[in-house]
């Protein structure tokens, strides 16, 4: 009787000890579908990108890219020329840190999340920029709503393109700008 015990709970050894190794082995992601979209678009993304993938806060996988064109790379020194930077700094590859201008690009995504806050009851259309951001308060512009803010109805001024970036440049914080 207790030689059969034994080979059953050696049996249920195995197995626990097979399924705790499989757990384990199929708790690692396969990120190549997405290495492999990243290269294949590498092109049309600039010829630099960074791929980072989270989960529960945590970057799970992180990729980047970089192959710019001879063109590319011409005109990129161009521009740092013309605002006085160094090329080879504006020029280096793409990191997981690196940090690059995206201007108007990040208005699609900034809608998202908002209408993302909106669906979860975080916050309301109508709540205004004050309540969140209190220097608009402070310069009479407290009261737009974020309904206004993404239906580019603030009616503020965004003054000369070129004095405005500037200005921009030349400030550590919103306050300053402001």
């Not at 974020?146 to 914080?173: F, M, P, Y």
Request: glycine share 6%; with cysteine; hydrophobic share 35%.
């Amino acid at each position: 009787m207790s030689c059969m015990l034994y080979q059953t709970c050696r049996k249920c050894s195995l197995v626990t000890c097979s399924l705790l190794f499989l757990q384990v082995s199929f708790a690692q992601h396969n990120f190549k579908n997405a290495a492999k979209w990243l290269t294949n678009n590498l092109n049309q993304l600039g010829g630099r990108a960074v791929l980072v993938i989270l989960k529960d806060g945590k970057i799970i996988y992180e990729k980047s890219e970089n192959d710019l064109s001879r063109k590319q790379k011409f005109i990129g020194k161009i521009i740092a020329k013309r605002q006085g930077k160094d090329p080879d700094e504006m020029l280096q590859d793409y990191t997981g840190t690196t940090r690059t201008a995206i201007a108007s690009c990040s208005k699609w995504l900034s809608a998202a999340l908002v209408m993302t806050y909106v669906d979860e009851g975080k916050l309301s259309l109508n709540d205004t920029i004050g309540k969140f951001l209190p220097v608009f308060s402070n310069h009479q512009k407290g009261n737009i709503t974020i309904w206004e803010c993404l239906s580019h109805l603030t009616a503020i001024n965004g003054g000369d393109l070129k004095e405005s970036r500037e200005v921009i440049n030349q400030s550590s914080s919103m306050n300053e700008v402001m």
